[in-house]
């Protein structure tokens, strides 16, 4: 949608007026989307919605929902206009907003919540020094190594264990050395 000159009640606007007017849409669209696909999910068998092929469609409503509540508490100017158009104003805005912003970021993949530019510097503080002449793999379980030679191990003490032969015994069932040939 391009930003217009109108809002949607024909009032004559500078053009910023139609993130709000774009903001009311997105939000009745996006209710009614997660409200008919959850419909086919359960058509599909109960699948998750998660499960669904196109979710990834319902994350970028909720990125497109997020990025025009953001421009919008950005400008004051519009607040006015978010009393009129949104049921419960700016305050309302901003609970449902932070709730849009939550659920994309708890179901977005890595690759596609916005990062932080100092989130590898705060993760590095936060884990402290990390020795690397320490095996990277300790705490973690064996290392390959450590497998190979556990192994090995077993091996040759299986091979070195004395196997004490079992007495033979003839086909018909008698044992060979009962002294009668």
């Known amino acids: 949608?391009?930003?217009?000159?109108?809002?949607?009640?024909?009032?004559?606007?500078?053009?910023?007026?139609?993130?709000?007017?774009?903001?009311?849409?997105?939000?009745?669209?996006?209710?009614?989307?997660?409200?008919?696909?959850?419909?086919?999910?359960?058509?599909?068998?109960?699948?998750?919605?998660?499960?669904?092929?196109?979710?990834?469609?319902?994350?970028?409503?909720?990125?497109e929902i997020s990025e025009t509540g953001d421009y919008i508490l950005s400008h004051p100017n519009l607040f006015q206009y978010v009393e009129k158009k949104v049921a419960g104003g700016i305050n309302s805005l901003k609970k449902n907003l932070n709730e849009f912003k939550a659920e994309l970021k708890n179901n977005s993949s890595p690759e596609m919540i916005k990062q932080d530019k100092d989130e590898l510097k705060k993760m590095k503080e936060a884990l402290g020094p990390i020795k690397k002449s320490e095996d990277p793999t300790s705490g973690a379980g064996m290392s390959m190594d450590q497998v190979i030679d556990k192994l090995m191990k077993q091996e040759t003490s299986a091979q070195q264990t004395p196997r004490v032969p079992k007495p033979q015994t003839s086909p018909q069932g008698s044992n060979t050395n009962n002294g009668n040939m």
């Open 1 to 63: 949608m391009e930003p217009t000159e109108k809002f949607n009640d024909g009032v004559k606007t500078n053009g910023d007026f139609w993130y709000v007017d774009n903001y009311v849409l997105l939000k009745d669209y996006y209710d009614r989307t997660i409200s008919r696909i959850a419909a086919r999910c359960v058509r599909k068998g109960n699948i998750a919605i998660e499960e669904y092929p196109f979710y990834g469609y319902i994350l970028d409503v909720l990125t």
